[in-house]
């Protein structure tokens, strides 16, 4: 199983890459974990990603295409993955095809954007693995620490009102147009990002044919 999951920053998508990934024994690659990693340890990729990210704006596809090409040729990939962050712009998914990287299904988690500010002011991030809680609605078991690997949680830089709203406008801009691009490749399914974190598990599930 390939999938891709499409949506705008908030919707969900890394909260329902690490269920569906851990259902399907399959890993989640997100390149934002990817360069928030190499941005911690200083690596030349961290380097050159920082300044845009901080910002709200896209890492060029260049940097993205190379990160992805080597990730998906590693071991683990072999059975399939899931794309949570990447493709973020049409030539980033031509790169796919250009590669021979054929995906099974790409769903797009609905969300309006009214919906988005308050999911992003109580998100809370692993600083350690990545993964992504938010202080109401999916909080971790002990207050500032990941249920998964323990490491502490912190605020995202990238996660305050005026980026965020940059982040929107760099979505609506360069990312939304992959659903039209999928569209077209018959890939695409639409899932509603608005409800309860099960019940959007459970309708993507649905949609992938799998029974919860
Ligand atoms: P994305 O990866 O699409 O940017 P996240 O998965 O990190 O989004 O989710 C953004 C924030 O919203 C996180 O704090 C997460 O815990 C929370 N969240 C995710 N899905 C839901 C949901 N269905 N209902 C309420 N909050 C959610
Ligand atoms: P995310 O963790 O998916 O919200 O991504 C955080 C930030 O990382 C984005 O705002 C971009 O600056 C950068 N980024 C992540 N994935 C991509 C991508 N596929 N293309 C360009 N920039 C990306």
Avoid: W
Wanted: aromatic fraction near 2%; charge should be neutral; hydrophobic fraction near 40%.
């Amino acid at each position: 199983m390939k999938l891709i999951l499409l949506g705008a920053p908030g919707a969900g998508k890394g909260t329902q890459a690490e269920i569906i990934a851990a259902r399907l024994n399959i890993p989640t690659i997100s390149t934002g974990n990817i360069l928030r990693e190499a941005i911690r340890n200083g690596t030349p990729i961290g380097l050159q990603a920082k300044q845009f990210m901080d910002n709200g704006m896209l890492v060029p596809d260049d940097v993205i295409i190379g990160i992805v090409r080597e990730r998906v040729a590693r071991e683990d990939c072999a059975n399939g993955y899931i794309l949570d962050g990447m493709p973020r712009t049409i030539p980033q998914a031509q790169a796919l095809e250009a590669a021979g990287i054929q995906m099974d299904c790409v769903i797009s988690i609905e969300i309006d954007d009214a919906v988005i500010e308050q999911r992003m002011t109580g998100r809370r991030v692993c600083s350690k693995c990545g993964a992504s809680y938010h202080i109401v609605a999916n909080p971790p078991k002990t207050e500032g620490i990941c249920n998964a690997c323990g490491g502490e949680l912190v605020i995202r830089k990238d996660d305050k009102p005026e980026t965020v709203r940059q982040r929107l406008e760099v979505f609506h801009r360069e990312t939304e147009a992959l659903k039209g691009f999928y569209e077209k490749l018959g890939k695409l399914k639409l899932v509603e990002g608005n409800q309860p974190i099960e019940d959007a598990t459970r309708d993507i599930m649905a949609a992938l044919g799998i029974k919860a």
